[in-house]
Structure formats: structure tokens, C-alpha cells
């Protein structure tokens, strides 16, 4: 109670405890004054926290004893929100709601809705908790008595931040209890697991086509997606007005726009997929282990990649064709405003595929309920890609075991040193900005060398943003000399007709200020001095960096990869626009004539190196 009492006092709420056992609840009277006796307190803002008064209790065992009206703090919830006529009853756990089976268990799935006559027989409950009396098994007890009396239950995690408000905000978290549960569920719903699975299976069978088969498919998909056009613009359009009149931005509007040049570009590159060099199956390496035994190393498809995906469903196209190039299984789960083009590209894109594999190499994740139990398919998802937001890609991270590849920010940066042809310098800086500006590879930082405040080229630079209707927002060297607002921070995405732009001393403090500031993704130098250009090159730590180049080349269709799942600023197996190479690992393949290792005995290793072709 003293906890109670200090956590609730820093939001200027008091708490109360109230102290009943099981005899009270015999009295008709009492029930009558416990009602009141709540509704006055909350009237009053004061909490009430019930316990068992433990010192005239009459249980035999405490922990024990199960006997009478309430055992444990679950039955006495359940018994106090009938009694209170509560609209919802949260019960926390230390796990995030009912399993069916163990929630260690990577196999085991939430229940988000329990329903008596199915799950009552098939649960089997383990230990008892660790931090109370009951365990699950009295909170399901809980729960359904309470139910079936009138009041909903959830039963969720009280380990994770924010639980209780996502609960009544009426987020899909938990496992939910109610009377009239059994109407809702759709029979027909396929399970995480079950998709994952399908996709792995499906995958598999795509991997035993030939490499010209898997490229007939590629081309199939290309004719389908011209020959649906028509279909697939206007389900974009019917995206674009819904969220035009949802106030989304501007910036966001624009990333959801399929435009008929975009549809012939995503054409376009998967044709160049289909026409690529065969990627799986690669050898990379041959070496004589000894006589008659020879090693090889070799290119194969990592397995079931789920990406997730905000507002671009142009996303979904390039997604796909690279899945299929490189034999790897897909899960997808875009952002729900672009719901319909997501839904018509998913169905033109699976309709191509023949039957030998089937659709099911490409899910379609339509709930966003559904991921907290994808996330947990470590054993079943190889690859995570999220492409959004910082807070996306965070939240990601932390609540999966499943490596994640990808980028939060798209902070780029150019660099305009003194050296510098500035008719090259705005061509550059207009390009990065303006060509694409919600693009994660747009300029959202310049930099300019101090020389070029004193000699024009600054005022030539700042010019050619202006005409172009760019907001500039100035660190503390540039605002000041230019009068323009100053920033509130260089760490800032800005997706849209706008950019932060600073006064560096030289090359190196624009290295520092990237390194500072930046996200790992583009930054250009531009500079007629081929010395300051290689500092610039090799001291910069992002995932590409540019010299005398926009940063808007920083693309997998730009690179020649055909297409890109999306540019990973990380620093393990891929970086910089990911194509198929990305979606690729590796096995060793040894091939014998029978021997063995016997302790070494008789063995004589050569590990000689071979022609890759044998």
C-alpha cells in the first residue's frame, strides 16, 4: 500500500484499501454499502484497492484452501466487478494473455478470444504463477464466471507499458472474455502460423523449378500487372481520397500515389528481374578438402521473410518479383491506408502464379492484430524488413526474436565544400531535394563550407531551394546569417518540401555533424578537390556514400538490382538498397566417396582451391 500510495500521489490521485474476506459477501447489507462506499471514493478521485483481510480470515491455508466465495485476488475481481456492475474487468498476468499451450513455447498461439465450448477441453495449464496465488488457471476461472454473468474480461500483461489505456482504446491485445464470444469467430480465419507455414511450403516448391520456370513466372506477373492497370488505379484512387479526407500527410499521400509511370516502372523492373542471372544455386567457392572429397559454397533463399510496410504499395510489387527471384517465401502487411491497393496487387500478383506452386507464397497480412503473433515465429520466419517509421522499426525490434534488417530515418546529407562548381553543386542540391522529397533517400540536411557564406555561393544555393518552394530551417550558424527560423533538430525526417541547412568549418566538421546527426543511410560530398572527396568517401560511415551524385541514386532499380526490398542501414549481411543478393544466404555442399574422419587417420587434407567452374 505505501507503493500504492506514493505511485498514485505523483499523478495527485490518493489510493484507499479496502479489507474484506469471504463472510462479507453473505451480507446482503454489506454489498449494499460496498457499492457506495466505491462510487463515493471514485466521486472523490480516491482509488480503492481490495485485499483479503488476512488477520480474521478463516481459510485453513491460505494458498491452499480453495473453499467458499473467493480464493485468490482473480475470483475476488471477478466476484467485486459483478458486484460493481463494471463495464470491463482487466486481469494481469505476467504473460500477454491465454495460450494454447506454453507460452515459451514458440508454437503455442494467443487466444485473442476464448470461447468456452472450444478452448475449455483443449487447455491444459501449467505451474501456478510466480508472483500470486492463482496462476491462469484461476484467472480463466475468473474470467469466464464474470463473463458469463455479464461482465467482459481481459486477461493481458501487466509487464508492458501502457497495457491497461491500449486495452481501453480498444486495441486487439490480450485474450478477451465475453458471453457472447462464440458469434464472432470467423471459421474461415487462418492463423499465423498456418500462413507462415503455407509460405514456407509453397517456397520450397518454387525452389525446385528451373531458373528459366521461376522467370516465366516473373514475366507473368509483369503481364498481369499491365493488363490490370486499369483496376489497379482506380482501387489506388479510392486509397488516395480516403486519405485525403483522414487528414493523413501530405508527405504520406504522396508515397500512396501509383501513378501510371510508377505501374510501367514496377513493369519494368520486374521484366529485369526475370532476365537477371540465376541467383540461387550460385557457387561461390570450390575447395579439395582431400582426394575425392570437394567442398563448395553455394547461394540458397533464406526461407519466409515477413516485411511490413507503411503507405507505399509500390513496396509490395518490388517485395514480391524479389521473393520469387531469389525462391523465398513472403508474408506482407502493409499500412492500412493503402488497404485497397495492397489487396487488388496481392491478388493480381498471385493469380500469375501456376499451381505446381501455388498462392500461398505470397500472404497477405490484413490485420494488424495478427503481428505480436507473427513476431513470435522465430522458428518458422526467417527475415524481418520494416519499412516505416522509426517508431515502427523500434517497436519491431524489441518485441521479436526473428533478426530484423532494415532503417528507421532516412536523414541524408549533402555537403557543399568550398572547392565546389556551384552550377554542379545546385544542379545536385535541387535534384536530392525536390525530385522525390518524401523519398527515404532525399537531402534533409545541407551543409555548406564557410567559404561560400563570404563568396555568393551560399546565396546561389539558398536561392535555388527558394524558387523550388523549399522551407529552410537553419542550425545556429545559418539562421542566424540567413534569418530564417532555426531548427529544433538536425535528427528530423522532414519527407517533404523542406530541409535543415548549417555552416561547417571544413570537410571534417561535416563528417562529425553526419556521424552526429545522420542515420546511416546517404550523404553526398560535392567538391572539385579529388582529396577532400576521398576523406569524405571512406571516413563516412553510412550505407552509400556519393561524390558529385544526388543522393536520389541511392536505389535498387538505380543500382541495376532490378528492384529493392528496402535500404538497410544495418551493418550485418546486407546494406544500402537490398535486391536479391540480400534475400540470399549461403550452404556448404560436400561431396564424397565415402569417407570418414576417423580421428584424422589416414586422411590428408590438400585444401586446395578449384575453379568455380568445374
Known sequence: MALYDTMFSQLDVTSSQLLVNDGFFRDADFRKQLS????????LTVIPIFNENDAVSTRKAPYQDSTGIFWDNDSLAGLLALELKADLLVLLSDVEGLYNGPPSDPKSKLIHTYVKEIHESEITFGDKSRLGRGGMTAKVNAAVCAAYAGTPVIITSGCVTDNITRVLQGERIGTV?????????????????????????????????????????????ADALEKNESVIKSENEADIVAAEEAGYEKSLVSRLALKPEKIASLVRSVRMLADMEEPVGQILKRTEIA????????????????????????????????AIR??????????????????????????????????????????REAIPDLLKLDDVIDLVIPR??????????????????????GICHVYVDKSANIDIAKKIVKDAKTDYPAACNALE?????????????????????????????????????????????????????????EIVDDVFAAIEHIHEYGSSHTECIVTEDSEVAEAFLHQVD???????????????????????????????????????????????????????????????????ELPIKA
Not at 516505416?388 to 530515418?409: A, C, F, M, R
Request: contains cysteine; neutral net charge; glycine residues 8%.
Open 445 to 501: 540536411t545541407l551543409l555548406i563550407h564557410k567559404d561560400l557564406s563570404t563568396n555568393g555561393g551560399l546565396d546561389q544555393l539558398v536561392t535555388e531551394l527558394k524558387i523550388e518552394g523549399v522551407e529552410l530551417y537553419g542550425g545556429p550558424r545559418a539562421s542566424a546569417l540567413l534569418n530564417i527560423p532555426e531548427t529544433s533538430s538536425f535528427h528530423h525526417e522532414y519527407s517533404s518540401l523542406a530541409c535543415a541547412i
Open 177 to 221: 472474455f465475453h458471453k457472447d464470444a462464440h458469434l464472432w469467430i470467423n471459421t474461415q480465419e487462418v492463423s499465423a502460423r498456418e500462413m507462415a507455414v503455407a509460405a514456407r511450403e509453397s517456397s520450397r516448391r518454387l525452389q525446385v523449378l528451373s531458373s528459366e520456370e521461376r522467370s516465366q513466372i516473373l514475366l507473368a506477373v
Open 388 to 409: 516505416g517509421s522509426n517508431k515502427l522499426v523500434s517497436q519491431i525490434k524489441d518485441t521479436t526474436k526473428i533478426p530484423v534488417l532494415g532503417h528507421s530515418d
Open 542 to 608: 553510412s550505407a552509400a556514400v556519393f561524390h558529385n551524385a544526388s543522393t536520389r541514386f541511392c536505389d535498387g532499380a538505380r543500382f541495376g538490382l532490378g528492384a529493392e526490398v528496402g535500404i538497410s542501414t544495418s551493418r550485418i549481411h546486407a546494406r544500402g538498397p537490398v535486391g536479391v543478393e540480400g534475400l540470399l544466404t549461403t550452404k556448404w555442399i560436400l561431396r564424397g566417396n565415402g569417407q570418414v574422419v576417423d580421428a584424422d587417420h589416414g586422411v590428408t587434407y590438400t585444401h586446395k
Open 326 to 367: 531469389s525462391g523465398n517465401g513472403l508474408l506482407l502487411k502493409g499500412g492500412k491506408e493503402a488497404k485497397r491497393s495492397n489487396e487488388v496487387l496481392h491478388k493480381v500478383i498471385t493469380s500469375a502464379f501456376p499451381d505446381t506452386v501455388g498462392d500461398k507464397l505470397i500472404g497477405l497480412v490484413t490485420s
Open 36 to 43: 457506495e462506499t466505491v462510487n463515493s471514493l471514485l466521486n
Open 291 to 322: 582426394d575425392n572429397l570437394t567442398l563448395e559454397k553455394i547461394t540458397c533463399p533464406l526461407g519466409v521473410i515477413l516485411v511490413i510496410f507503411e503507405s507505399r504499395p509500390d513496396a509490395l510489387v518490388q517485395i514480391a518479383a524479389l
